[in-house]
């Protein structure tokens, strides 16, 4: 490969039945002629392909570490369809270079299209052929993002508690039921453990992509390794959800384990293969093989939901968490809240804060998805992972302590559905993000786009939800503990 080389092919388009004809090496891909003799003025469209190489001095190969496409515009001249495309020929070395500036299309008129192809020997090793797609120049966007959640989280810190003078009306009276157990907490617990696995699996994959492992260049890589951590991170659901389950008085042990295998996972896969079969119907070639499918059916039965069972097992074989305050029989009756302490104004309004100080990490990851661009910035989703962590255990807790000075003590759902509720900011989120950035207008890709993101708003809402509730129960487990009653 000295020097540029230059092919050129030719296809030819127009109604009527394909066939093939050899040219200049190549081959043409076209109509049958409806006549003979000269054809009417084509359409011309070409595109240059450029093949960047870089040769290795000690072993004399090359390796190809990049390509450029061109489209251009050509007014080709011929007498017959076929070989005879004089402006389009190697031998004859009659290739004319076509411009930018693009021509009008009459009705009925042919369309020759035509390509080149360019090699171009370059100084860019193997190994760094990708840093022209993982250079970026937003740093200093997701530095501000990272400071602006760190002030939010200081002034977090610096809120006043209420008076703590008016102790018998306080969080104390209610010592005797704040740990009863919640309507459906059997629910409660399934949907635990799901977050526990969604967590783990977030938490290994991250880890997993700081230390290098998981490379653009390796496609799919980030996929597979991300379904594969979550059949593994069964275990932890399993064990997770029995814990919780056996503290809450829970004895059928056997459904708790069933739900928890495929609850979550089964309604995620339900959609999927909705959309999936969507997919399939319109021939498209980004639809998930049925091979593939039936792969991670298997794997999901065969290894996720018998680890969530020994998960499960394992759990329910320790002994039964002893609550730090005995539990009265006769429940108390909760008294008339503000309507700031709403259960719907509490869950709603306290997840802006920490999907505030997320939601620009969410739009650079929405771009990466949608919009075919590269993301290997995963340092700064990992600290927006970690201030999303603190956020929504802090937000979790002060308002788990408000409801408790307030002497309601109905806390497990609510802190719960309190953190999930981010779930639903990111997808009015992700409507907002279709209207604004995304050009889509077949109704089965707006179908794909609303589809899938439900599927993810669905799984931060688990994950969420599981990380403000065990930190609320840690807090009440903690100031709890520490409560003498006389």
């Given at each position: 490969?000295?020097?540029?080389?230059?092919?050129?092919?030719?296809?030819?388009?127009?109604?009527?039945?394909?066939?093939?004809?050899?040219?200049?090496?190549?081959?043409?891909?076209?109509p049958s002629p409806t006549r003979d003799g000269p054809g009417p003025?084509?359409?011309?469209?070409?595109?240059?392909?450029?093949?960047?190489?870089?040769?290795?001095?000690?072993?004399?190969?090359?390796?190809?570490?990049?390509?450029?496409?061109?489209?251009?515009?050509?007014?080709?001249?011929?007498?017959?369809?076929?070989?005879?495309?004089?402006?389009?020929?190697?031998?004859?070395?009659?290739?004319?270079?076509?411009?930018?500036?693009?021509?009008?299309?009459?009705?009925?008129?042919?369309?020759?299209?035509?390509?080149?192809?360019?090699?171009?020997?370059?100084?860019?090793?193997?190994?760094?052929?990708?840093?022209?797609?993982?250079?970026?120049?937003?740093?200093?966007?997701?530095?501000?993002?990272?400071?602006?959640?760190?002030?939010?989280?200081?002034?977090?810190?610096?809120?006043?508690?209420?008076?703590?003078?008016?102790?018998?009306?306080?969080?104390?009276?209610?010592?005797?039921d704040v740990f009863r157990g919640p309507v459906n907490s059997e629910?409660?617990?399934?949907?635990?453990?799901?977050?526990?696995?969604?967590?783990?699996?977030?938490?290994?994959?991250?880890?997993?992509?700081?230390?290098?492992?998981?490379?653009?260049?390796?496609?799919?890589?980030?996929?597979?390794?991300?379904?594969?951590?979550?059949?593994?991170?069964?275990?932890?659901?399993?064990?997770?959800?029995?814990?919780?389950?056996?503290?809450?008085?829970?004895?059928?042990?056997?459904?708790?384990?069933?739900?928890?295998?495929?609850?979550?996972?089964?309604?995620?896969?339900?959609?999927?293969?909705?959309?999936?079969?969507?997919?399939?119907?319109?021939?498209?070639?980004?639809?998930?093989?049925?091979?593939?499918?039936?792969?991670?059916?298997?794997?999901?039965?065969?290894?996720?939901?018998?680890?969530?069972?020994?998960?499960?097992?394992?759990?329910?074989?320790?002994?039964?968490?002893?609550?730090?305050?005995?539990?009265?029989?006769?429940?108390?009756?909760?008294?008339?809240?503000?309507?700031?302490?709403?259960?719907?104004?509490?869950?709603?309004?306290?997840?802006?804060?920490?999907?505030?100080?997320?939601?620009?990490?969410?739009?650079?990851?929405?771009?990466?998805?949608?919009?075919?661009?590269?993301?290997?910035?995963?340092?700064?989703?990992?600290?927006?992972?970690?201030?999303?962590?603190?956020?929504?255990?802090?937000?979790?807790?002060?308002?788990?302590?408000?409801?408790?000075?307030?002497?309601?003590?109905?806390?497990?759902?609510?802190?719960?559905?309190?953190?999930?509720?981010?779930?639903?900011?990111?997808?009015?989120?992700?409507?907002?993000?279709?209207?604004?950035?995304?050009?889509?207008?077949?109704?089965?890709?707006?179908v794909l786009y609303f589809g899938y993101m439900l599927i993810a708003?669905?799984?931060?809402?688990?994950?969420?939800?599981?990380?403000?509730?065990?930190?609320?129960?840690?807090?009440?487990?903690?100031?709890?503990?520490?409560?003498?009653?006389?």
């Open positions: 490969m000295e020097g540029p080389t230059t092919f050129c092919f030719v296809e030819n388009v127009r109604k009527g039945t394909l066939r093939t004809a050899t040219y200049g090496g190549g081959t043409v891909f076209g003025t084509p359409i011309p469209y070409s595109l240059s392909f450029r093949v960047i190489y870089h040769k290795n001095p000690d072993t004399d190969s090359a390796r190809i570490v990049g390509f450029e496409v061109t489209p251009h515009s050509i007014s080709h001249e011929y007498t017959e369809w076929g070989p005879q495309i004089t402006t389009c020929n190697k031998d004859t070395k009659n290739i004319i270079r076509g411009s930018t500036i693009p021509q009008t299309v009459d009705t009925d008129t042919e369309v020759v299209f035509t390509y080149d192809v360019t090699f171009k020997e370059s100084d860019i090793e193997w190994g760094s052929r990708w840093d022209v797609y993982l250079l970026t120049n937003d740093d200093p966007l997701h530095w501000f993002s990272i400071k602006n959640s760190l002030i939010i989280i200081s002034n977090f810190n610096q809120l006043d508690p209420q008076d703590e003078s008016e102790e018998e009306t306080g969080w104390k009276v209610v010592h005797g629910l409660l617990s399934v949907y635990v453990g799901a977050g526990v696995q969604i967590f783990g699996m977030t938490l290994t994959t991250l880890i997993f992509a700081l230390l290098g492992f998981l490379s653009p260049s390796n496609r799919g890589g980030l996929m597979t390794a991300t379904v594969l951590s979550w059949f593994f991170m069964g275990l932890f659901a399993g064990f997770s959800s029995a814990r919780l389950y056996k503290a809450l008085k829970g004895t059928e042990w056997k459904e708790n384990t069933l739900k928890t295998s495929f609850m979550f996972p089964g309604i995620s896969f339900a959609i999927f293969f909705v959309l999936n079969a969507l997919m399939w119907g319109q021939s498209s070639s980004g639809a998930v093989p049925f091979g593939t499918m039936f792969v991670l059916v298997c794997l999901w039965l065969g290894v996720s939901v018998p680890l969530v069972f020994v998960g499960s097992y394992l759990g329910f074989k320790k002994p039964v968490i002893e609550d730090p305050v005995k539990t009265n029989k006769i429940p108390r009756q909760v008294p008339e809240q503000p309507w700031y302490l709403k259960p719907v104004f509490t869950i709603l309004v306290g997840r802006i804060f920490p999907f505030g100080v997320v939601f620009i990490e969410f739009f650079f990851v929405l771009t990466s998805v949608w919009l075919n661009q590269f993301y290997y910035i995963v340092g700064f989703l990992f600290i927006a992972f970690v201030i999303l962590i603190i956020t929504c255990a802090e937000t979790t807790i002060i308002l788990c302590y408000f409801h408790l000075r307030g002497e309601d003590y109905n806390w497990w759902w609510r802190a719960y559905l309190t953190s999930g509720s981010s779930g639903l900011y990111l997808f009015l989120y992700s409507v907002f993000y279709f209207f604004t950035k995304l050009e889509i207008t077949k109704f089965v890709s707006c708003s669905f799984a931060f809402f688990v994950l969420t939800g599981t990380i403000g509730f065990y930190a609320c129960l840690w807090f009440v487990w903690k100031i709890y503990s520490s409560l003498k009653i006389d």
